[in-house]
């Protein structure tokens, strides 16, 4: 996965000012991983927590662990292509076949992941795909990739209501995703949802993130976002009856008769299962009433749900930025995470996949899994970047993507061209 300068890299010791490794995004991206980790293991896996307090953070974490995942993706497009002064000319164009060359292995990386049949939702694949659909945005300065990131915020979710509604209805889904629609419209994470959230990282990826006049600038801008989420939401589905009109589309026996119509306590009853259903969506919201749109729950791919994540992942990234950067010696366990996020992840799918194999029932977990997991990926991460460095697949990806680089700067200078000069000094920083 894309991510910023290694600290093994040889330029590492002596870093120039806007070249440093920010610690902070590595926090938040370990972060990220391990709310997906509680996603897929589950409340049951929750050894510390009561249930009660369980399903309070399940709900916290699924679908903003992924959505920060996302934001953090645009981070580090942006990192690798300039940070505050996007490259262009050949260091573009090698940027972007190195980009192009760890989609494609991620991509097919998730393919054999999903080969497994955890009963998880693989994220990589849509994670490659969203990088490519980021390449023609990376000359793109900060001001421009904030409208790009509001307007797809603003009428994706109008756009994909109407496109599923008339042309594209979501049917069974046998694999994290199968074709070009489900990428799109109606997968577990549909490209018009999270793309909003890949813009908008790469848009903080190009402001000075040492700056704190920026960073108290993402902190507050991040707070009004979530809160307008919140309360936009809230107030269309609750003083504005936007709640009644959408159970009274999902009961159909009521045949036209209000809500209020029913007997008090069976009308909140069925209030109540309207608000589950919108709990339990994956991917993006039903069709059969405008009201949909109005909701913020996780997975839904609204605007409300959309500012929400942004929103959060402002206030995450600046939260983690400043304790990386004053505890630097205790979050170097989470930071080390952060470093090598394909391995860590693709490695706890396939610690699920024997999980699921042992067990007869085909159970992924257990009392105390969440735990066990997060504590081995700490452990392991940590002693891996203290004797290694860079992770086993991020070391991988890496050598694959300068060496797809290498291949077209050879094939440019046989043709008589300039791309076989090394990289000037506005060339792109090396990804990790």
Known sequence: MPQNRSDRSPSASTPSPDRRRIDGIDAARALAVFGMFAVHLGVVSFGLLPEEQGWELHSLVRGNSSALFAFLAGVSLALMTGRTRPVGGDPLRRAVVRILARALLIGLLGFVLDAFAVPVAIILTYYAG???????LLRARAALLWVSAAALALFGPVVSFLLRAEY?????RTSAVSSFTEFLLTGYYPAITFMAFVIAGMAVGRTDLTSAVVRVRMAVGGAVMAASGYLGSWALLYPLGGLDRLTEAENPFLDGRPLSSLDPQYAEDLRYATTDHAHSISGQVPTDSWWWLAVNTPHTGTTFEILEAVGQALVVLVVCMLLAERLPRLLYPLT???????????GHILVLA????LHPDGSASGPWYLELFILGALV??????WGVGRGPLETGLGSFADAAVS?????????????????????APRAD
Do not use: N
């Not at 969203?130 to 023609?136: E, I, T």
């Not at 594209?168 to 069974?172: D, S, Y």
């Not at 080390?336 to 693709?346: C, D, H, K, N, Q």
């Not at 700067?409 to 791309?419: A, I, P, Y």
């Open 130 to 136: 969203f990088f490519v659909l980021a390449l023609p």
């Open 168 to 172: 594209f209805p979501g049917g069974i």
């Open 336 to 346: 080390s995470v952060g470093r090598m996020p394909l391995t860590v992840y693709s």
């Open 354 to 357: 024997v999980i699921v194999a």
């Open 380 to 385: 392991f991460a940590s002693l891996w970047r």
């Open 407 to 427: 291949f077209v700067e050879g094939g440019r200078s046989d043709g008589g061209g300039l791309g076989g000069q090394g990289p000037g000094p506005g060339a």
